[in-house]
């Protein structure tokens, strides 16, 4: 599959605003830009710990990434996200915390509003038509062993395992790490990020992997147009 692009739907906060400039500087990558970004003051050695999710770039998932079937185009995925972010209102979420999720260190909500589950289940729901079927090494890369049977049953049938009832929102900020490492990477980004403002989710961003490249933004699409 070397060359095929890959796709994403994902929140990509507003550029330049307080919350993507944490981000972009934890995972020494802006998303947006494709530009190498300074790392967070006094944290060079976030380069270590950063490998997986700087691939992606500072993003919450709402459609994991997916190839396109034959019969789909980029700009048809363009614009089925734009009809969908056309007449949907903002998303309000809250202020968000820096937690330990499972081995990896992300923002979370601190308290998940329903509609945001709502949200996430209406974009797996929309773009599904666009996906291509997973390769038998594509789903071996989501280690369904290690799933449970309902999480099997939703890589079988969505492409993802995370979705609907076992939708998480969060928004990655390491690896996974060594337990030992979990309390003390938490409790130096929680320190770096400090008291955000209350998040709203405003646009739905479609990103575009290239071979082994990284994602980037091919379009942020604000709500209400």
Request: hydrophobic content about 45%; some cysteine; proline content about 10%.
């Amino acid at each position: 599959m070397t060359g095929t692009p890959r796709y994403a739907l994902y929140f990509t906060p507003k550029p330049g605003s307080n919350l993507a400039r944490f981000g972009n500087a934890v995972l020494g990558y802006d998303n947006h830009t494709g530009a190498e970004i300074p790392r967070l003051g006094g944290m060079a050695d976030l380069a270590g710990v950063t490998d997986s999710p700087r691939r992606y770039g500072f993003h919450a998932t709402l459609k994991a990434p997916m190839r396109l079937h034959s019969g789909a185009t980029e700009a048809g995925l363009l614009e089925a996200a734009a009809t969908l972010a056309a007449d949907h209102p903002p998303v309000p979420v809250g202020p968000l915390r820096v937690a330990t999720l499972g081995a990896f260190t992300a923002l979370i909500p601190e308290s998940a509003p329903p509609e945001l589950g709502l949200f996430a289940a209406e974009c797996v729901a929309a773009f599904e038509p666009f996906r291509a079927p997973l390769t038998e090494a594509e789903t071996a890369r989501r280690k369904p062993e290690r799933l449970s049977p309902r999480g099997r049953a939703l890589l079988a049938r969505w492409g993802y395992p995370h979705v609907f009832e076992e939708f998480r929102f969060h928004m990655t900020l390491t690896d996974a790490l060594p337990e030992t490492a979990r309390a003390p990477w938490r409790e130096r980004l929680a320190a770096a990020y400090g008291a955000g403002a209350p998040l709203t989710l405003d646009a739905l961003s479609v990103l575009r992997q290239d071979g082994a490249a990284q994602f980037q933004v091919v379009q942020r699409i604000p709500f209400g147009g």
